[in-house]
């Protein structure tokens, strides 16, 4: 495929031929941080209509813009980045990537081998640079003068390969690292014999691929099923987990079936897709269990869990299932990736999880006779009720995220920032018909790279999307705010907690320590984030109360550009004001449950 109509090179056709191939694998996304050595691939995809071109100047950013895209679309996207040190700032997208199972395709141009340990300008050793951290690393063959017909063989099917690798049903990233000679730019080498053009693209129906990579359902056996519904039978205190990362399409509807017919709880992490949408008022959700399961043992325990998914975001439910190791646990993941940090898993299916949640509600579960369900639904509804009221007198970050979930519009999206804006959509947000698709950085779980995965995220759905940060993950990843011109901005609203440091730290016993705490922990800054959004033209608001954020946040439908809503806290007030919100909805819940489940 040469459509430029300019001579050829053995780089070009390198570069076209990998990029025609991932073109008809289905890649429809790629970043592209600038530089030299990557002029072959950068002018391939350009003259590619059917890839999308995402162009950053900053390698860290471009690749978490990618994850974002990945995240959004669960389908991978692809990076690109000149030779030497640009590859190595890809790193922690990369180790995200690899985390929470996101799909990324990463391209790394280097230097011929002649070069390489040679002291050359811009040279390091890219071979396997991102170690165990991804799924594959090809130092992809030099590109050659005359190249055999299995040469170019071998490039279309390296692509179909890297693409379904990167997209299997372990997902994450894949590295090609492509050396190049120059010239790099499409002009004609002495002595190029060049290549016949079928060789380089064939007319093939449809734009098919050269290797088509398909794969099929893993299904629960007979077997498996068995002894789940024995287990089920025989289980009056169950419950349900669904962590992060859970299934989409029909899953949510067939586990909160399974969960009602079960007469179990469903406990439901805002990023599992389960926390809101449609099916919430048919299925036992509960959303609460970050305030009402305190470190005590007077809660009642299940004698089984079954869970799907990442591992939980609540660290109070982690240790609520930790003390529950005498019951069955059953862990039920498709692509086989263990998620259970307390190592308490009884039994591990590798199967469909929605397959396997149909037929076990298609098996005959017997009813029973129990109050275990309702004593959860109480408790989950009597928290929210106190929860409620007691927030009208209140005015925290954690008061700020509830007003938050509550003012956004059906069908939102919300990226959560880590350390505290995540743990609060999962203790304050309260499950709700309402349909919100909230993203997080999970993996490593890091402050690096949130603005542009949020804004990667946002410019794959296309519509209003809240980002919501600490101030120091804001400042953290700032640069990345230049994303913003590869997509509407004014679908695109900043909500940040400025509590001038490190206030998630308040939270753990190092606190105590008076001066080393506040000047290497706390690290009070005092950025001013009107001059961070007057530079990259975003419409700034610093809200002095909730009334104030309320009526701010209320407007986002019409604003005509990007917004940055800063809310100043107080985080010794802030911990101190949910540590006191706790305890009264943890008296309250003590009072009212049953004498048979303390």
């Keep these: 495929m040469n459509n430029s109509g300019v001579?050829?090179?053995p780089s070009m056709v390198w570069a076209e031929i990998v990029v025609d191939e991932l073109a008809r694998c289905g890649l429809q996304d790629v970043c592209i941080a600038p530089g030299s050595r990557s002029t072959p691939l950068?002018?391939?995809?350009?003259?590619?209509?059917d890839i999308r071109i995402h162009s950053h100047l900053d390698e860290r950013s471009a690749g978490f813009f990618g994850l974002g895209l990945a995240l959004a679309g669960d389908r991978p996207a692809a990076l690109l980045c000149t030779s030497g040190s640009a590859g190595a700032?890809?790193?922690?997208?990369?180790?995200?990537?690899?985390?929470s199972q996101?799909?990324?395709?990463?391209l790394t141009a280097d230097r011929p081998p002649e070069l390489r340990h040679s002291g050359a300008n811009q040279t390091i050793d890219q071979i396997k640079m991102f170690g165990d951290h991804v799924l594959w690393s090809v130092d992809v063959a030099l590109p050659e003068q005359d190249p055999p017909e299995i040469a170019l063989r071998n490039l279309r099917t390296l692509a179909a390969r890297a693409l379904a690798?990167?997209?299997?049903?372990?997902?994450g990233p894949v590295h090609l690292n492509f050396p190049f000679r120059k010239p790099l730019e499409p002009q004609s080498v002495e002595g190029w014999l060049g290549a016949d053009h079928s060789q380089i693209s064939e007319t093939r129906p449809g734009r098919n691929p050269y290797t088509k990579i398909e794969r099929g359902d893993i299904r629960p056996t007979a077997e498996q099923l068995e002894f789940l519904g024995d287990l089920i039978t025989s289980s009056e205190r169950g419950i349900i987990v669904c962590g992060p990362r859970c299934p989409e399409g029909d899953f949510p509807q067939l586990v909160g079936e399974l969960a009602r017919k079960c007469k179990y709880p469903l406990f439901a992490d805002p990023l599992s897709g389960l926390r809101f949408g449609p099916h919430f008022p048919e299925a036992p959700i509960i959303g609460g269990y970050e305030t009402f399961l305190d470190n005590s043992n007077s809660l009642p325990q299940p004698d089984l869990v079954i869970y799907f998914g990442a591992v939980p975001t609540a660290n109070r439910l982690n240790r609520y299932l930790a003390r529950s190791e005498s019951a069955a646990h059953i862990h039920v993941r498709e692509n086989g990736v263990w998620a259970d940090e307390n190592h308490i898993t009884s039994h591990f299916i590798q199967a469909d999880p929605r397959i396997l949640c149909k037929a076990l509600g298609e098996t005959q579960i017997l009813p029973r006779e129990s109050d275990w369900l309702d004593v959860w639904l109480?408790?989950?509804s009597e928290s929210w009720i106190v929860l409620k009221n007691a927030l009208e007198n209140l005015d925290f970050d954690g008061a700020y995220v509830s007003d938050l979930l509550d003012l956004l519009p059906d069908g939102s999206i919300l990226f959560a920032g880590n350390s505290l804006p995540v743990r609060h959509v999962v203790q304050f947000g309260r499950p709700q018909k309402k349909s919100l698709h909230v993203f997080s950085n999970r993996g490593a779980s890091g402050i690096d790279g949130n603005?542009?995965?949020?804004?990667?995220?946002?410019?794959?759905?296309?519509?209003?999307t809240t980002i919501l940060t600490g101030d120091i993950t804001f400042y953290h990843d700032s640069n990345g705010l230049l994303g913003l011109r590869n997509l509407r901005s004014e679908e695109v609203t900043f909500v940040v907690l400025n509590n001038n440091g490190g206030g998630i730290f308040q939270r753990l016993p190092v606190a105590k320590f008076g001066p080393p705490f506040k000047e290497l922990f706390q690290t009070p800054h005092g950025l001013d984030l009107f001059s961070i959004a007057r530079t990259y033209d975003l419409d700034y608001r610093k809200v002095l109360d909730r009334q104030e954020f309320q009526a701010q946040f209320s407007g986002i439908q019409t604003q005509t550009k990007g917004r940055l809503?800063?809310?100043?806290?107080?985080?010794?007030k802030d911990n101190q004001s949910r540590e006191n919100l706790e305890s009264q909805i943890c008296r309250n819940l003590t009072r009212i449950l049953p004498s048979n489940y303390q």
Aim: proline share 5%; net charge negative; charged share 15%.
């Design 165 to 171: 690798t990167a997209n299997g049903l372990r997902k």
């Design 451 to 464: 603005i542009s995965t949020g804004l990667g995220i946002a410019r794959f759905n296309g519509r209003q």
């Design 565 to 572: 809503i800063e809310v100043g806290t107080d985080p010794i």
């Design 89 to 99: 700032n890809f790193f922690p997208a990369i180790i995200e990537s690899n985390m």
């Design 378 to 380: 109480q408790m989950e």
């Design 102 to 106: 996101v799909p990324l395709l990463v």
């Design 7 to 9: 001579e050829q090179n």
């Design 42 to 49: 950068t002018l391939a995809f350009y003259a590619h209509s």
